[in-house]
């Protein structure tokens, strides 16, 4: 069964600090290029980090410095460390899985999670 499971998110001041996790079906982790993304309210979902298989990874620019994703084989989990929080940042993050062994700037998302809220008071 694919399923995307986030976890880690909360309420945490500016300047803070949070990790999420999100932890993949197995069949939907190995091999596959991933991602991190966050909707704002009223606004489309955007791409804020990516990982493909060979490690390699890419940042929006509003989160580039602050903000690495990685992934723990493992554990078939993605991780996603957030430093330096800002109350901008607030938003509902979501992780998502996409093609086995495409890079990522070439992936594409078909499994996704349900989200998790990440909320930055000033």
């Known amino acids: 069964q694919a399923q995307l499971v986030e976890s880690g998110g909360g309420s945490v001041q500016a300047g803070g600090s949070l990790r999420l996790s999100c932890t993949a079906s197995?069949?939907?982790?190995?091999?596959?290029?991933m991602g991190w993304f966050r909707q704002f309210p009223g606004k489309e979902r955007e791409r804020i980090a990516a990982?493909?298989?060979?490690?390699?990874?890419n940042y929006a620019d509003s989160v580039k410095g602050r903000f690495t994703i990685s992934q723990d084989n493992a554990k078939n989990t993605l991780l996603l460390q957030m430093n330096s929080l800002k109350p901008e940042d607030t938003a509902m993050y979501y992780c998502a899985s996409g093609s086995p062994y495409i890079s990522v700037s070439s992936c594409r998302y078909a499994y996704w999670g349900q989200g998790t809220q990440v909320t930055v008071s000033s």
């Open positions: 990982i493909d298989n060979s490690g390699n990874t």
């Open positions: 197995r069949f939907i982790f190995r091999g596959r290029c």
